[in-house]
C-alpha cells in the first residue's frame, strides 16, 4: 500500500527562523514520483517540486530546499530565513510511476510565520 | 496570468438544489481533474477526463457528475447537494495521465460551495 505521513500537524516560527517540514513516504514501487504543494490562505493549490525515485539529489530553490533520502523514505523541505508569506499548509504527495492522476496525499502541514 | 480558472471563487446554493462548477484551462493540457477539499483535509479525487475519457473514483458519490465538452472546459454538476457536500472543490489539469515524465497537476484557485 502506498502511504504519505506529514506527523507535523502544525509549526509556528518567528519569522526569519528556518524551519523543515517532514514527509514520510511508503511505497513498493521501484518507479514514483514526489511532489510538495503550497497552499495559502487563499486556496489555490501552488506545485512547488517534482522529484523521481531515481533522483536523490538535493534540490535548492532560493529559499526552499529539498531533501529527499530513500534509506528513510523521506523527502523533507526546509525554508530557509522564513517570511510571513510562507504562511500555508504544505503537502507533500506520491504518484506512481506509471500513474500521474492518483496522487497518495499527506494529512498537510499548517506553517504559520509570526511577524 | 491563470492557467486553469475556475468560477466562482464562492457558490451558495440550497439545500438540494442542483448547482454547476466551472474550470477552464489555456495550458491545452489532455487531462483534467475534479477533487473535493474539506477543512483541514487533504484534496480527495473525485473523477477525471483523459481527453473525453470519463474516470470516475469508486467511492465518489452518484450525485456527483461531470462534463467536459471540450479541451478547455470542465464542469462539475451536484445534483442534490447535501449539507455534506459543503468543502473547496478544486479543479487540476496534467498535459498526460501517465508516463516517465509523470507532469504535476497544476490547480485552479477552487470554489468554496456553501449549502444553506
Known amino acids: 500500500a502506498q502511504k504519505v505521513t506529514q506527523a507535523q500537524t502544525e509549526i509556528s516560527v518567528v519569522e526569519k527562523e528556518d524551519v523543515t517540514l517532514d514527509c514520510v513516504y511508503e511505497t513498493r514501487d521501484t518507479t514514483y514520483y514526489l511532489f510538495w504543494y503550497k497552499q495559502p490562505p487563499s486556496g489555490e493549490l501552488v506545485f512547488l517540486i517534482r522529484r523521481n525515485s531515481f533522483d536523490e539529489q538535493n534540490e535548492i530553490s532560493g529559499r526552499y530546499s529539498w531533501n529527499f533520502q530513500k534509506s528513510t523514505s523521506s523527502f523533507n523541505f526546509t525554508i530557509t530565513a522564513s517570511q510571513v508569506v510562507d504562511s500555508a499548509v504544505y503537502f507533500c504527495?506520491?504518484?506512481?510511476?506509471?500513474?500521474?492522476?492518483?496522487?497518495?496525499w499527506g494529512a498537510g502541514t499548517k506553517l504559520i510565520i509570526k511577524p | 496570468d491563470a492557467m486553469v480558472i475556475q468560477n466562482p471563487r464562492y457558490q451558495v446554493t440550497q439545500f438540494g438544489k442542483p448547482v454547476t462548477l466551472s474550470c477552464s484551462q489555456t495550458l491545452n493540457h489532455n487531462v483534467m481533474y475534479w477533487y473535493q477539499q474539506k477543512s483541514s483535509q487533504a484534496p480527495k479525487l473525485l473523477f477525471h477526463?483523459?481527453?473525453?475519457?470519463?474516470?470516475n473514483e469508486a467511492d465518489t458519490p452518484d450525485n456527483f457528475q461531470s462534463r467536459r465538452p471540450n479541451t478547455s472546459f470542465c464542469f462539475l454538476d451536484i445534483r442534490s447537494p447535501g449539507l455534506g457536500d459543503a468543502a473547496m472543490y478544486l479543479c487540476a489539469t496534467s498535459r498526460e495521465r501517465a508516463g516517465n515524465s509523470n507532469q504535476p497537476q497544476h490547480f485552479g484557485d477552487g470554489t468554496r460551495l456553501s449549502i444553506l
Open positions: 477526463y483523459y481527453d473525453k475519457d470519463f474516470n
Open positions: 504527495a506520491l504518484s506512481r510511476g506509471d500513474s500521474n492522476y492518483q496522487l497518495i
